[in-house]
T-cell receptor, first 114, second 112 residues
Framework: SAVISQKPSRDICQRGTSLTIQCQVD?????MFWYRQQPGQSLTLIAT?????????ESGFVIDKFPISRPNLTFSTLTVSNMSPEDSSIYLC???????????FGQGTRLTVV | KQEVTQIPAALSVPEGENLVLNCSFT??????LQWFRQDPGKGLTSLLL?????REQTSGRLNASLDKSSGRSTLYIAASQPGDSATYLC???????????FGTGTRLKVLA
């Protein structure tokens, strides 16, 4: 199974600033995804990170707020822009591997906005 | 629109008990169903993947079943241990999109 590393593991940020989260995979994968998990909630898909083209965003999420890069098949970044306390969440990177498209997750980035 | 629900939301059992966690989904046109474990403040660990053509999967003390027609899956944990304490999430991917929709989770506590 793919090994996924996310950085940073946690951060405390001032409102109005931006944070970029990195996701590194130890093998080339076609599908990479970014999820958000708000306190006490389940996971919600933010976007699909497409290699070589713009990310595909889910309803309720926009590129200006959550710009995503995917420069190659092993790396992606998610930026949380102009942060407010409502952005405090765990952000998770996920990949799907194999013919069965089994999903694997990084350890997450715990973001607190003050 | 696919919706995934898990019952119960929380469960507390004594060590050694066998238990069943439930997951239901509204759209039977799924590609995969996957069960995950999440420890507090951590990422997700994949437990079992069931493809839409399969009825069940087993790994150690875990057994997951899938009934697509009724929109249900169960995760059976045998001889529970305190180390099983975590939140268990089920997720379904829809045919053609490969995007996973997550359930609400069951928070399990196994008492020593």
């Amino acid at each position: 199974s793919a090994v996924i590393s996310q950085k940073p593991s946690r951060d405390i940020c001032q409102r109005g600033t931006s944070l970029t989260i990195q996701c590194q995979v130890d093998s080339q994968v076609t599908m990479m995804f970014w999820y958000r998990q708000q306190p006490g909630q389940s996971l919600t898909l933010i976007a699909t990170a497409n290699q070589g083209s713009e990310a595909t965003y889910e309803s309720g999420f926009v590129i200006d707020k959550f710009p995503i890069s995917r420069p190659n098949l092993t790396f992606s970044t998610l930026t949380v822009s102009n942060m407010s306390p409502e952005d405090s969440s765990i952000y998770l990177c996920s990949v799907e591997e194999g013919v069965n498209t089994e999903a694997f997750f990084g350890q997450g980035t715990r973001l607190t906005v003050v | 629109k696919q919706e995934v629900t898990q019952i119960p939301a929380a469960l507390s059992v004594p060590e050694g008990e066998n238990l069943v966690l439930n997951c239901s989904f509204t759209d039977s046109a799924i590609y995969n169903l996957q069960w995950f474990r999440q420890d507090p403040g951590k990422g997700l660990t994949s437990l079992l993947l069931i493809q839409s053509s399969q009825r069940e999967q087993t790994s150690g003390r875990l057994n997951a079943s899938l009934d697509k027609s009724s929109g249900r899956s169960t995760l059976y944990i045998a001889a529970s241990q305190p180390g099983d304490s975590a939140t268990y999430l089920c997720a379904v991917s829809t045919s053609g999109t490969y995007k996973y929709i997550f359930g609400t989770g069951t928070r399990l506590k196994v008492l020593a």
